[in-house]
C-alpha cells in the first residue's frame, strides 16, 4: 500500500479537517522516528496517517479502532499496520511489543496538546513553539483537556524517550508540515529547517 491509497481510505471515511490534521501530525511524527532511528519511514508514516480514519464512524472504545480494523482488512492493508493502529487504545487488549506500536503510542496524544498550545500563541505557529512553552500548559488540566497527559506519560516510559525530549521531537516533525496542518501562523518556515 503506498500513501496515495492510504489518504484515499482516510478521504473516504474521516471529513472532519482537524482529524485529518491530527493524523497528518501523527504520520509526520512517526516518519521522524522512522528516520531517527532506522526504520521504514514509509511503512512508520502510513500507519500515523491511518490510526484514526475510523474515528468519526466509530467514535466510541466498543468500536475504535477495532471494527476499523476489519475495514483495513479489507482493503489489504498490512496486518502488522493493522495491529500497531490497534496497540494505540488500550482497551483493545493488544499489548504494544514492538518499536513501531510504540512509537505510534507515544506521538498520538501529545501531537494534540502541542497543536492546542501552538494554536494560542499570538503568533499561532508551529514555528516559533518550543518545549518551554509546552511545559507552561501541562499542568493545567483545562487546557487541552482532551490530551490525556497519564497516557502521553505512559507513552513516553513505553518508548524509553524523556518527555521534553520527544516534545521537541513532535514539534520539529509538525514543523515539517506546518502548511499542510494550517500551523504556519503569521511567522515564514525557519530557515535551518
Not at 474515528?55 to 495491529?83: C, F
Amino acid at each position: 500500500m503506498n500513501r496515495e491509497e492510504a489518504l484515499e481510505i482516510v478521504k473516504t471515511y474521516v471529513k472532519n479537517e482537524n482529524l485529518i490534521h491530527h493524523m497528518f501530525c501523527v504520520e509526520a511524527a512517526m516518519r521522524f522516528y522512522a528516520k531517527k532511528l532506522n526504520q521504514d519511514e514509509e511503512d512508520w508514516g502510513l500507519v500515523g496517517l491511518l490510526h484514526d480514519f475510523d474515528w468519526e464512524i466509530h467514535p466510541t472504545m466498543e468500536e475504535h479502532p477495532i471494527v476499523g480494523a476489519e475495514i483495513l482488512r479489507s482493503k489489504n492493508v498490512p496486518e502488522h499496520w493493522i495491529r500497531a493502529i490497534l496497540s494505540h487504545s488500550d482497551y483493545t487488549g493488544v499489548k504494544r511489543e514492538s518499536l513501531m506500536e510504540k512509537a505510534l503510542y507515544a506521538c498520538d496524544e501529545i501531537t494534540g496538546l502541542v497543536t492546542a498550545v501552538a494554536l494560542v500563541r499570538p503568533s499561532k505557529s508551529i514555528y516559533d513553539l518550543t518545549p518551554k512553552s509546552v511545559k507552561k500548559k501541562w499542568n493545567n488540566k483545562n487546557f487541552a483537556a482532551g490530551a490525556n497527559r497519564e497516557e502521553i506519560l505512559q507513552a513516553v516510559e513505553e518508548f524509553n524517550i524523556d518527555l521534553w525530549e520527544h516534545t521537541q521531537n513532535i514539534i520539529l516533525a509538525m514543523r515539517s508540515i506546518a502548511p499542510l496542518i494550517n500551523l504556519e501562523g503569521n511567522l515564514s518556515a525557519p530557515e535551518n529547517e
